[in-house]
């Protein structure tokens, strides 16, 4: 079974950091592409950041670029999340998701990890 499972939330005061983790299990790691997602109460789910090995790509919202990275480990089928300089629109629930390339559909999807930013 594909399994992703989020980690790395918590609070954190504007302009600290936080590390997401998505780890998967159940497939091919190399020949899916993973993304983070996060949705904030009352919003809809954005995608803010994607990675896909097979085409040595990685995308990031406008919203967050300058500030998160996002990097694998395949040898731990695993991918990152780094966010500095949080703010607090960047709270949110955040949720990874795989599938075949950064444009989707996203088939599968792990739990969300909460993260609060506060002013």
């Known amino acids: 079974d594909v399994q992703l499972q989020a980690s790395g939330g918590g609070l954190v005061q504007a302009g600290g950091s936080l590390r997401l983790s998505c780890a998967a299990s159940g497939f091919t790691f190399d020949d899916y592409a993973i993304g983070w997602f996060r949705q904030a109460p009352g919003k809809q789910r954005e995608g803010v950041s994607c990675i896909s090995r097979s085409a040595g790509s990685t995308d990031y919202a406008n919203s967050v670029k300058g500030r998160f990275t996002i990097w694998s480990d395949n040898t731990k089928n695993t991918v990152y999340l780094q966010m500095n300089s949080l703010k607090p629109e960047d709270t949110a629930v955040y949720y990874c998701?795989?599938?075949?390339?950064?444009?989707?559909?996203?088939?599968?999807w792990g739990q969300g990890t909460q993260v609060t930013v506060s002013s």
């Open positions: 998701a795989a599938d075949k390339a950064c444009y989707g559909p996203w088939g599968y």
